[in-house]
């Protein structure tokens, strides 16, 4: 165990072998997106979309580095069966509430691995007919990618490992660690191991 990771995270990290993107490395990449995004943005307003729920924490650090006028939005999807979920489709549980056409679309996603899902959801949101519709991943996983997707901003590169924190979940936990990680295969196989959680 790494009592360091231990000492500063609290009881979430006890499960965790190695940190692999640190806090301080998102903020400074994030803060680099968010230049970026408010110089090619300016005078556009455009419309930030993110699908729930691993891309909260993404989605509100970036917003408070944008320094240009923006807005906001989610979708929320379920997959169907594994054999749908392998043609990447899914099923919208909850749509967009601000109209899109004509207007500048962000799509901010936290990672991106084969693309299906990411691919899926720019079909529907192209049909709206935006002015424009462009993609922000934080952590892009190029090992399995299926779909050729322009990813017009990239945070990180990651190896083709199962990563946990900073929005992405294990059976929705370890979303709430600020960093990046790779878990013990322990905790991989086991649920119900963390403190208080059902
Ligand atoms: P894909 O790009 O269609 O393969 O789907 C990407 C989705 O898989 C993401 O939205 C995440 O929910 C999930 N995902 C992919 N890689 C990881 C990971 O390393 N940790 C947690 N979730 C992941
Ligand atoms: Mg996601």
Do not use: W
């Amino acid at each position: 165990m790494n009592e360091s990771i231990l000492e500063r995270y609290g009881p979430l990290a006890k499960d965790i072998r190695e940190v692999v993107i640190s806090e301080e490395e998102i903020r400074r990449r994030v803060a680099e997106l968010g230049r970026a995004i408010s110089n090619d943005y300016a005078g556009k307003c455009p419309v930030l979309v993110g699908v729930l729920k691993g891309v909260l924490f993404l989605m509100a650090d970036l917003l408070r580095v944008i320094e240009i006028p923006v807005e906001v939005d989610f979708l929320a999807v379920a997959s169907y069966s594994a054999e749908a979920r392998n043609k990447g489709m899914v099923r919208l549980i909850k749509d967009l509430e601000i109209p899109i056409y004509g207007r500048h679309v962000l799509f901010v996603e936290d990672v991106i691995d084969t693309g299906l899902t990411l691919n899926y959801l720019l079909n529907s949101l192209r049909d709206r007919q935006p002015a424009s519709l462009e993609v922000c991943v934080l952590f892009n996983k190029p090992a399995h990618r299926l779909l050729d997707i322009p990813l017009r901003y990239k945070g990180f590169d990651l190896p083709d490992r199962f990563v946990v924190g900073y929005g992405l979940d294990l059976r929705e936990r370890y979303r709430n660690l600020p960093f990046i990680g790779l878990l013990k295969p322990e905790a991989v196989k086991e649920q119900g191991h963390l403190p208080g959680c059902p």
